[in-house]
């Protein structure tokens, strides 16, 4: 039992989602937890081992000045750290704040603001090294078998570098974009989804981040020929990943 | 003269994070914090300036287990603020949908968060070597509430298809006569669930403060009806920032919920049922009156019980709704109309209020919300006031766990309230040597 690996699980800014999906695993919980000793995971255990884990699985987004502190703790810990989800992949829902200066903010939200020590809100890499990203808000649950799979088993997790049109085509899904004339990010998105909201007829909101290599300014460019003003081009691309470089870049191409 | 102090340093078995931090002194409470170290989140800050279509996925981001929920109410209030009229079929799987995932977040409480203290045990895995059948139920249960919250909304974490104005897609016949089936099965298992937790030994203390929840005539109210209290408390959402308001306290990340000239007050599984007890379906009453435990009651840790019970009714009126809809696609539209607008919906933890005003581009220009745990956490130290000098003699082990009993009765999001929870129970005794 002590030689199996140990998994961490790790709570920064987030709605806790993501770490629901490890328990909502549900048909696989009882076989994972044979394979990994789940050693740090404070919503599901009371006893949480400190220790050095063989996995470390990081949701949210670093929000605070302590939390800063805390990454760096978590990175020295974790043999594998792997940014798990939106939000630590790249600051996600969170990171919409920071279009408005910080105490603007905080303001918004409460009277007395000395107590509050909040930062803008980055994915986990601003901070530490990370050995993978799972990406999605939330993440797959079978990307993260995959993932849990391919770590056990010391090989790189087979994730898809392409973006979600493609998986849309192969669901022979009707084009949103093209054929119905509805606003979608599926072109410059990162795949792994199965293409689920176009396939429900609900255009791609770009949750999982840019694909590897898009061109988000053509398609920003694309969005005002659709009618889109510069702010609502703004809106979409900063709002899961608005502080990576290829969102940013669509963000301010218009 | 006895000095203690108890510390839990991380409340565990909830979700979000928060400590408690006790110091007793000759078996009074000098000083008690419920610290929310949760970072605050600011979603009310930083929602003002986004689009009316944007706001129900950014709001269920608010919580991973009660997404469907914030999802709902910011549609309701936004569809209040714009004066948008949906369909009966609209309204009846959105009622569906927040069944459905009261049936995923009371199994994954009931079994997962609360069970364990009452079996003795850290975690639902450690159960799973002595009580294999159990887990294997939980797991079962929850899984039903998930993938009927992935049939109604498309995805069980973060749903899709629920928008303002109705739904993108809607299931099939087929689909929804499956998953009744399942449903059906599960009706003996959700009557052992309510034989499991009445069986526990839950603890003795009752502190009768005042109850909130919605209530409706003709039904048990979830998505619509009028906020009411066992004090006399009967306002629709609009009213409710007359009556109900917030302050900050130093310590906490979590702003404090009081109703105005009164006190703390408690929402959630228990004040659903004390409030609406005749409007649960005969079986669940049935089941609740076998256990012996008489309604209204206001010992805070018959939660768990309460939560069990909904669970039975949770079944009987997702199957009533399935048989009486016609499902089909439906088109609709919505037209920017600028105003302001309320909704309170029953998250499976209880009232959750949201409020927006959106200008005549749909824009964004203020939102408020206020989370079912940020209504319960002023009362939770209320609570943990009167309940710790009962515990203080204990074992160190023994009062901390009890102090986190005590607070996971409540099933508290942290995420939701911070603004919002750390634990420190510090359980020092100055008299020993």
Not at chain 1, 132 to 151: F, M, N, Q, T
Not at chain 2, 45 to 66: H, Q
Not at chain 2, 117 to 135: K, R
Not at chain 2, 274 to 294: H, M, Q, V, W, Y
Request: charged share 25%; aromatic share 6%; glycine share 6%.
């Amino acid at each position: 039992m002590n030689d199996k690996p140990k998994l961490a699980v790790f709570k920064f800014s987030s709605c806790a989602g993501c770490q629901l999906q490890i328990v909502n695993l549900e048909e696989y919980l009882l076989d994972i937890a044979a394979l990994v000793e789940i050693s740090y995971f404070v919503m599901a255990k009371r006893e949480n081992a400190d220790a050095i884990y063989d996995i470390g699985l990081v949701e949210g987004a670093v929000t605070c000045g302590e939390e800063i502190e805390k990454i760096k703790e978590v990175r020295e810990k974790c043999k594998l750290l792997i940014a798990f989800g939106s939000c630590a992949c790249y600051g996600g829902i969170p990171s919409m704040k920071n279009l408005v200066p910080e105490r603007e903010v905080e303001k918004r939200v409460y009277e007395d603001v000395s107590v509050i020590h909040s930062t803008k809100a980055f994915g986990i890499d601003q901070y530490v090294r990370v050995d993978g990203y799972l990406k999605g808000c939330p993440v797959d649950k079978d990307e993260l078998v995959e993932l849990i799979k391919s770590a056990l088993l010391g090989v790189g997790p087979n994730l898809r570098p392409h973006c979600v049109c493609v998986e849309c085509k192969l669901r022979e899904n009707v084009c949103l974009f093209v054929s119905k004339g509805k606003v979608c990010m599926g072109s410059v998105t990162s795949a792994g989804c199965g293409a689920l909201c176009p396939s429900l007829n609900r255009p791609c909101e770009g949750c999982r981040g840019p694909m590897n290599d898009p061109n988000a300014p053509s398609l920003a460019r694309t969005f005002m020929e659709y009618g889109l003003t510069r702010e609502d081009v703004a809106r979409k691309f900063r709002k899961y990943a608005g502080e990576t470089e290829a969102f940013r870049k669509g963000a301010e191409a218009v | 003269m006895s000095l203690k102090q108890i510390r839990v340093n991380y409340v565990a078995r909830v979700e979000g994070e928060a400590s408690l931090d006790v110091k007793v002194q000759d078996g009074r409470v000098e000083e008690l914090y419920l610290d929310v170290y949760e970072p605050p989140r600011f979603f009310q800050g930083f929602l003002v300036g986004r689009k009316f279509d944007e706001v129900a996925d950014t709001v269920s981001r608010i919580c991973g287990i009660c997404p469907v929920s914030h999802q709902l109410t910011s549609l309701l209030a936004l569809e209040n603020a714009m004066g948008v009229k949906v369909s009966q079929q609209t309204r009846d799987l959105r009622k569906l949908l927040a069944l459905a995932q009261w049936i995923q977040s009371h199994t994954l409480h009931v079994y997962m968060l609360a069970a364990p203290d009452f079996l003795g045990y850290e975690s639902v895995l450690a159960m799973a070597d002595d009580h294999l059948p159990v887990v294997q139920r939980a797991l079962r249960l929850k899984k039903l509430g998930n993938d009927l919250t992935d049939l109604i909304g498309g995805r069980a974490v973060h749903p899709i298809t629920c928008v303002v104005g109705g739904f993108t897609k809607v299931p099939s016949r087929e689909q929804l006569n499956a998953i009744r089936d399942r449903l059906a099965q599960a009706k003996e298992e959700m009557l052992t669930t309510v034989e499991l937790v009445a069986g526990l030994p839950l603890p003795e203390f009752t502190r009768e403060c005042e109850h909130v929840a919605l209530s409706q005539p003709d039904q048990y109210a979830v998505n619509e009806g009028r906020l009411v209290s066992t004090r006399g408390l009967e306002i629709t959402a609009g009213e409710y920032r007359r009556y109900i308001k917030e302050k900050q306290v130093p310590w906490s990340h979590a702003l404090h919920s009081y109703i105005v000239g009164r006190d703390s007050f408690m929402v959630g599984p228990l004040a659903r049922v004390n409030l609406n007890f005749d409007k649960l379906s005969p079986d669940a009453r049935r089941a609740a009156e076998k256990t012996g435990i008489r309604f209204p009651n206001f010992n805070p840790f018959v939660s768990a019980l309460a939560r069990a019970i909904e669970l039975v009714h949770c079944v009987d009126e997702c199957v009533e709704i399935i048989d009486r809809l016609d499902p089909h696609d439906e088109e609709f539209s919505v037209e920017i109309r600028p105003g302001e607008g309320a909704a309170i919906t029953e998250a499976p933890r209880g009232v959750l209020y949201h409020s927006y005003k959106v200008n005549a581009q749909g824009i964004v220009e203020k939102a408020d919300i206020v989370s079912p745990t940020a209504h319960n956490v002023n009362n939770i130290e209320k609570d943990l006031r009167e309940f710790v000098p009962k515990v203080a003699d204990l074992p160190e082990e023994e009062a901390t766990l009890k102090c986190e009993m005590a607070i996971r009765n409540y099933d508290p999001c942290f995420s939701c309230s911070a603004h919002f929870l750390r634990m420190k129970i510090r359980h020092e005794d100055a008299g020993r040597p």
